[in-house]
């Protein structure tokens, strides 16, 4: 089962920043948040993850907050290329094994012009 | 970065016939590659992990003749739809575990008519 919780749908105008919230309250020490993104008829990109540290890399940046419990997929600049599904995934990473990579439903971001 | 190769990107079968989908790691070597699938508007469902030079392990409901999975290499996996029926239509993604994670194909839609 996904331990993630996100909303089903967001939208964003473009060139604004988009926030994408994710709930993982039951999050344990050793588990990272992954972030991937799916645009239609594709398979899923890898955006970003991290484990405590808010983190940025040239696709967008990801806070975590203090206890963990949530975290916030920012895409400062939207276009409307970034229209996607975004999941929000909760792993250990370097474990071999994909029965703990549940993908949840994600957010369908809807970039408008 | 890690690319992972699928191959076809779509394909058309008649019922009752055998398809092959081909998932190969560019430049990297992976031990486990990881079978997708996901039905319209829906979240991607795990079907098998392939294991390099091992029998593949297949999620809870997932006919293992059905779909007939072989790692021979280090860098190519395969699923074979047997058999193919109608409701097999979907589209089938694979993915490799690397460094930032895992990667995933591009996907293939598979329609059975």
């Known amino acids: 089962d996904a331990k993630t919780t996100q909303p089903p749908s967001m939208d964003c105008a473009e060139r604004r920043a988009a926030n994408l919230p994710c709930n993982h309250s039951?999050?344990?020490?050793?588990?990272?948040v992954y972030w991937y993104r799916q645009i239609h008829s594709q398979g899923p990109q890898y955006i970003i993850h991290?484990?405590?540290n808010n983190e940025t890399n040239e696709m967008a940046s990801l806070i975590i907050t203090e206890d963990r419990k949530s975290s916030t997929l920012i895409l400062p600049h939207a276009t409307l290329r970034d229209t996607a599904v975004y999941y929000c995934?909760?792993?250990?990473?370097?474990?071999?094994?994909?029965?703990?990579?549940?993908f949840g439903t994600g957010t369908r971001l809807t970039v408008i012009p | 970065g890690a690319v992972v190769s699928q191959h076809p990107s779509r394909v058309i079968c008649k019922s009752g016939t055998s398809v092959k989908i081909e998932c190969r790691s560019l430049?990297?070597?992976?031990?486990?590659m990881f079978w997708y699938r996901q039905f319209p508007k829906k979240s991607l469902m795990l079907m098998a992990t392939?294991?390099?030079?091992?029998?593949?392990?297949?999620e809870q409901g997932v006919e293992k003749d059905k779909f007939l999975i072989n790692h021979a290499s280090l860098t190519l996996s395969t699923l074979t739809v047997t058999s193919a029926h109608p409701e097999d239509s979907s589209f089938y993604i694979c993915?490799?575990?690397?460094?930032?994670?895992?990667?995933f194909g591009s996907g293939t839609r598979l329609t059975v008519v």
């Open positions: 995934i909760v792993t250990w990473a370097g474990q071999t094994g994909a029965n703990n990579l549940f």
């Open positions: 039951t999050i344990s020490g050793n588990e990272y």
């Open positions: 392939s294991n390099e030079g091992s029998k593949a392990t297949y």
């Open positions: 993915s490799a575990q690397t460094g930032l994670g895992y990667t």
């Open positions: 991290g484990l405590k």
């Open positions: 430049d990297f070597q992976a031990t486990t």
